[in-house]
C-alpha cells in the first residue's frame, strides 16, 4: 500500500519545453488535487478532480493541464514551461465523506 | 472567500517548553479545520483536524488545538516540544456551507517554521 506516489522526483526544464507530472493513488479515493508550493505562499490549488472523469480549475490553473485518467491516476501537464512555474508540485487525495487530504511526495521542478 | 492567516513565520522554542503556532481563518459558513506538518523534502502528513464538537482537538505526536469560534482562531498546542518537532506547519481550512459539495477544497495559511531547540 503506496498511498500516494509523485513522479518524477525532480525535474529540469528549459523554458518552452513541455512535461507531465504523475501521480496515482491506490486508497481508493474518489477526489485528486494539484497544488504548487511557492516559498511564504503556503500550498494553492492548481486543479482538482471531484470524481473519475470530471476536472475543474483551482486557484492558479493558467498554465496548466490535467487529466483524470481513472480513478487511481490524475497527472498535470505543462504545455510550455515557463520560469514561474518553478515550485514544488503535490498531488492530495480524500475519500468523499472524509475531509482531511492526503499528500504525495511532491515533485520538484525548475524552470530555467 | 475562506482565507487562513499564520502570523508567524517563525516560532523558536526550547526543548522541553510549551509551544504554540498560532492560527486564525475566515469563512462564510462553518470552518472545518486542519493542521499539516511538512519535514524537509517531504510531502505534507496530517496532524489533525477540527469538524464539530469539542473545541479542544487532539491528533498526532502529541499535538493539540483548539478552536476558538469568537476569536476564529485555530491554535496548535503542545505541552513539551522536542528537538524532532522541528519542521514547517500549515493550518488549513474548508468552509462548509449547508448543500455545499464534498470534494472539500481546502486554503492553506503560508506556513510557520517551527525550531526546536535542544
Known amino acids: 500500500n503506496a498511498g500516494v506516489t509523485q513522479t518524477p522526483k525532480f525535474q529540469v526544464l528549459k523554458t518552452g519545453q513541455s512535461m507531465t507530472l504523475q501521480c496515482a493513488q491506490d486508497m481508493n479515493h474518489n477526489s485528486m488535487y494539484w497544488y504548487r508550493q511557492d516559498p511564504g505562499m503556503g500550498l494553492r490549488l492548481i486543479y482538482y478532480s471531484a470524481s473519475e472523469g470530471t476536472t475543474d480549475k483551482g486557484e492558479v490553473p493558467n498554465g496548466y493541464n490535467v487529466s483524470r485518467l481513472n480513478k487511481r491516476e490524475f497527472s498535470l501537464r505543462l504545455e510550455s514551461a515557463a520560469p514561474?512555474?518553478?515550485?514544488?508540485?503535490?498531488?492530495a487525495t480524500n475519500v468523499r465523506g472524509a475531509y482531511e487530504q492526503y499528500f504525495g511526495p511532491g515533485t520538484r521542478l525548475t524552470v530555467t | 472567500a475562506q482565507s487562513v492567516a499564520q502570523p508567524e513565520?517563525?516560532?523558536?522554542?526550547?526543548?522541553?517548553?510549551?509551544?504554540?503556532?498560532?492560527?486564525?481563518?475566515?469563512?462564510?459558513?462553518?470552518p472545518y479545520l486542519f493542521w499539516y506538518?511538512?519535514?524537509?523534502?517531504?510531502?505534507?502528513?496530517?496532524?489533525?483536524?477540527?469538524?464539530?464538537?469539542?473545541?479542544?482537538?487532539?491528533?498526532s505526536y502529541g499535538f493539540e488545538a483548539e478552536f476558538n469560534k469568537s476569536q476564529t482562531s485555530f491554535h496548535?498546542?503542545?505541552?513539551?516540544?522536542?528537538?524532532?518537532?522541528s519542521a514547517l506547519y500549515f493550518c488549513a481550512v474548508r468552509d462548509f456551507k449547508a448543500g455545499g459539495t464534498s470534494y472539500g477544497k481546502l486554503t492553506f495559511g503560508q506556513g510557520t517554521i517551527l525550531t526546536v531547540h535542544p
Not at chain 2, 511538512?38 to 510531502?43: A, E, L, S
Open chain 2, 9 to 30: 513565520d517563525q516560532v523558536n522554542v526550547a526543548e522541553g517548553n510549551p509551544l504554540t503556532v498560532k492560527c486564525t481563518y475566515s469563512v462564510s459558513g462553518n
Open chain 2, 76 to 85: 496548535l498546542k503542545k505541552p513539551s516540544a522536542l528537538v524532532s518537532d
Open chain 2, 37 to 59: 506538518v511538512q519535514y524537509p523534502n517531504r510531502g505534507l502528513q496530517f496532524l489533525l483536524k477540527y469538524i464539530t464538537g469539542d473545541n479542544l482537538v487532539k491528533g
Open chain 1, 84 to 91: 514561474s512555474q518553478t515550485s514544488v508540485y503535490f498531488c
